[in-house]
């Protein structure tokens, strides 16, 4: 189910929430518009942290693996370039979450006044989570089409049951892909912390619904959580 990182492109039309488009042509067409537009803020001039004596990779994340995209509104015609990179949590994970890592807002005309709500309301989060969904092995095999979706075993499922309980996972087959669709529903829909939520779901304490989400995790089902942040 899953791809080598380097094949999986960081941004996609069918990652964008509904109003958003990529613009065509677009504003910005090779890797080297990238480059440019990170020499002009001066990223270029960075000086990245080496490996500490304990192997500690402190620049790990650094920015030079880092891509511009634009994205435009349909409606005002707002177009936003979006700086995406992987992040990487621990050293074995072998494709990092993508976040987005600098936004360069540009009203439909030059000149036009910044307007604050269109900035506030910028889906960031929205498209940080479809693109992650996609990186992952669930999210590249397990779009629903006509409301139902085969499992690895072979059953198949329908996007109705996977807000149902979860079950026993040495009972229920396609257990952890199931728990990964679970969670990604909830994501979708808003869901402050979607781990607790499927604790109650499945009525169970929200420390076994955290297990079966790091399992999943560790399956390669879903993009590795974040610190500081629930569910």
């Known amino acids: 189910m899953s791809q080598d990182v380097e094949d999986v ?6 990652d964008l929430p509904a109003g958003w488009v990529l613009p065509d042509p677009p504003v910005i067409d090779t890797a080297a518009d990238s480059v440019a537009i990170d020499a002009a803020l001066k990223y270029d001039k960075l000086i990245y942290p080496t490996p500490g004596p304990d192997g500690e990779l402190s620049g790990y994340n650094d920015g030079r693996d880092g891509r511009w995209f ?7 015609y707002t ?3 979006l700086r995406l990179q992987r992040q990487y949590l ?7 979450e993508v976040r987005i890592t600098g936004i360069v807002y540009l009203p439909g005309q030059a000149g036009d006044p910044v307007a604050s709500p269109m900035l506030r309301n910028l889906p960031t989060s929205r498209i940080e989570a479809a693109i992650n969904r996609r ?3 669930v999210t590249g095999a397990t779009r629903f089409e006509g409301g139902t979706l085969t499992m690895p075993s ?8 996977v807000m149902k309980p979860l079950g026993n996972p040495k009972r229920t087959a396609d257990f952890y892909e199931v728990v990964a669709l679970q969670h990604t529903r909830l994501v979708d829909d808003g869901e402050p912390n979607p781990t607790a939520r499927m604790a109650e779901i499945s009525r169970v304490p929200l420390s076994t619904a955290q297990g079966w989400v790091a399992r999943a995790r560790r399956k390669g089902l879903l993009p590795p959580g974040r610190r500081g942040r629930a569910g």
């Open 9 to 14: 492109p960081l941004l996609v039309p069918e």
């Open 70 to 76: 634009p994205i435009e509104h349909v409606q005002s």
């Open 79 to 81: 177009r936003v370039l």
């Open 90 to 96: 621990m050293h074995q994970e072998p494709m990092g």
């Open 135 to 137: 990186q992952f092995a």
């Open 154 to 161: 072979g059953r198949v499922m329908r996007s109705e049951d």
